[in-house]
């Protein structure tokens, strides 16, 4: 069926030019964007996109889709990371595939409307019975694309790790359960809607052997690696004092460079590490909220896209941004490397760039993040004619006022957003149970 976006006041393409196109329509078919031009006709279907900023759908590359259930806990509203961790454990340890799967779906949904059609997702604990299929239910009910990640904890307290023991996993059950997710989920071919990734924590809720032994199968299965990286001081100092040397080395002495790795924050890294990850296209996952939430420090951004480190951007966990609005995001990250270098450090397009085509490439998909003919129709459409656009001069004010939340969105040439709605969900009934669960969490 053919879907046509009618007159777009401007499309912003993203495509190997940058062009940007005016008074445009752009035609979907199977999926793929077929034609982009004025004046084209012959659809069963017409959005029309009159008074529309349209932009290639947003890519989130760092989530833990979970924690949309664990937003402003008191105990871990104003701690360090490693305490905020301390606070939080003990409650995801109640959590079972019930909790995961309804959570992903507020996750996925708060995603959807503020333009994101492609998201990775980080999910580490697998407590009561909760699988990774939990969270891969959740993206088919409401059509999202979907990279979810094999998370693993296996240092637990009693072996001098953070975590407590009763949410630690056996390594060798791990590696399994990666096997198994992988040869049931992963599509590995052109338009894929689920690649499953592997994904221990973090260097210090791992061992080495299970960091090493991760990227044997990820490469083996021909899927990507995913972890937290340098995030803040006391994750360097834990670096240099258990495994004597910085984030960057044991990363690469482990396996763990190369353009099929993406790692989380990466605010520490230094000079040398930076050089490293351009040489090896390791890409970065950029959480500015998260990284202000909990104090962490500024990811040298502008440093890494000036090396040529591919960089893409991540809401992070919902217990730690607290929000997941990906578009709110764009707009952080353009200011916050403003505030470490000034005025001129990062346009209001580069931040878009970061967030659609710069996080498509960092997930291995260059066959998304941008609008040009081929391309998968993962497509959003910004409102542009209500009070915070109102006197705007340029689609620069998309992330320099807003909106940030979208009108329309397809996903694969689906339409989930419809008139700022989420289509394919339930929402309200979803978002009762939601804090049905919650007060369950808190009692
Ligand atoms: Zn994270």
């Not at 105990?75 to 003990?90: I, M, V």
């Not at 995603?111 to 407590?127: E, R, V």
């Not at 966990?317 to 764009?330: C, I, R």
Request: with cysteine.
């Amino acid at each position: 069926m053919a879907i046509l976006i009618k007159n777009a006041t401007t499309v912003v393409t993203m495509d190997v030019t940058l062009s940007e196109l005016a008074q445009a329509d752009i035609r979907v078919e199977n999926g793929v964007i077929t034609d982009i031009g004025t004046g084209l006709t012959d659809a069963e279907d017409t959005i029309d996109a009159t008074g529309c900023i349209v932009t290639p759908g947003l890519v989130n590359t760092h989530h833990h889709l979970y924690q949309t259930l664990t937003r402003a806990v008191p105990g871990g509203q104003d701690a360090l990371l490693f305490g905020w961790l301390q606070t939080l454990y003990p409650i995801w340890s109640r959590f079972g595939p019930e909790e995961m799967f309804t959570s992903a779906q507020i996750g996925l949904a708060e995603l959807a409307l503020s333009g994101c059609t492609l998201t990775s997702d980080h999910l580490y604990l697998y407590p009561n019975g909760a699988r990774l299929d939990d969270t891969i239910a959740a993206s088919h009910e409401i059509g999202m694309r979907f990279h979810p990640t094999r998370g693993a904890m296996s240092i637990g307290e009693s072996d001098g790790g953070l975590p407590p023991d009763a949410l630690v996993e056996d390594e060798a059950a791990i590696l399994e359960d990666c096997v198994r997710v992988i040869d049931a989920h992963h599509d590995p071919r052109e338009g894929a809607m689920v690649r499953v990734g592997v994904a221990p924590c973090s260097p210090f809720s791992v061992s080495r052997d299970l960091m090493r032994d991760a990227a044997l199968l990820a490469r083996d299965k021909g899927v990507m690696l995913h972890t937290h990286l340098a995030e803040n001081d006391e994750d360097i100092a834990y670096s240099l004092e258990k495994f004597g040397c910085r984030p960057g080395q044991y990363a690469e002495d482990l396996g763990w460079t190369g353009p099929d790795v993406w790692h989380a924050h990466c605010v520490k890294l230094d000079g040398k590490e930076i050089d490293l990850f351009a040489k090896s296209r390791t890409g970065v996952a950029h959480c500015p909220c998260s990284n202000c939430r909990l104090g962490s420090g500024i990811a040298p951004v502008r440093a890494m896209r000036d090396a040529g480190v591919p960089v893409g951007l991540g809401v992070d966990g919902s217990a730690s941004n607290d929000a997941g609005n990906l578009a709110a995001e764009a707009r952080q990250a353009m200011l916050l490397q403003r505030v470490a270098n000034g005025a001129n450090a990062m346009s209001a397009r580069e931040a878009l760039f970061i967030a659609t085509r710069g996080g498509a490439e960092v997930l291995g998909r260059p066959d998304c993040g941008q609008i040009a003919l081929g391309k998968r129709a993962d497509i959003a459409i910004w409102d542009v004619t209500s009070v915070e656009s109102a006197g705007s001069w340029d689609p620069a004010a998309l992330l320099m006022a807003g909106p940030t939340q979208v009108k329309h969105l397809l996903v694969e040439g689906r339409q989930i957003v419809r008139d700022g709605h989420v289509t394919s969900i339930d929402l309200p009934r979803v978002v009762e149970r939601q804090n049905a669960l919650a007060r369950a969490l808190m009692g």
